[in-house]
Nanobody, 113 residues
Framework: VQLQASGGGLVQPGGSLRLSCAASGSDFSSNPMGWYRQAPGKQRELVAHINSDGSANYADSVKGRFTISRDNAKNTVYLQMTSLKPEDTAVYYC????????WGQGTQVTVSS
């Protein structure tokens, strides 16, 4: 099982980015997926989680700015990030639950002018 995250980069404050995470090796369409992030010197925190039915929950710090979605046919989860702030700078990790939790390799998001 592999999860391949992509879409990170450098963006100015107020900008947008879209992260993608494609899963292979197992069918995650009936299972939860989501995103964590870890900033330098901080613990990993849950950013957004989406269930197989599309219901989602978010960290308070990103509500109204980030949107998680999934394409079950593509076994892929997305994180649309808007109104980005410097404090959103972190390595973002996707995960999928299939009996156990599988993790992607992480993608760096840097918000800076």
């Amino acid at each position: 099982v592999q999860l391949q995250a992509s879409g990170g980069g450098l963006v100015q404050p107020g900008g947008s980015l879209r992260l993608s995470c494609a899963a292979s090796g197992s069918d995650f369409s009936s299972n939860p997926m989501g995103w964590y992030r870890q900033a330098p010197g901080k613990q990993r925190e849950l950013v957004a989680h989406i269930n197989s039915d599309g219901s989602a929950n978010y960290a308070d710090s990103v509500k109204g700015r980030f949107t998680i979605s999934r394409d079950n046919a593509k076994n892929t989860v997305y994180l649309q990030m808007t109104s980005l702030k410097p404090e959103d700078t972190a390595v973002y990790y996707c995960y999928g639950v299939f009996h156990v939790v599988y993790w992607g390799q992480g993608t760096q998001v840097t918000v800076s002018s």
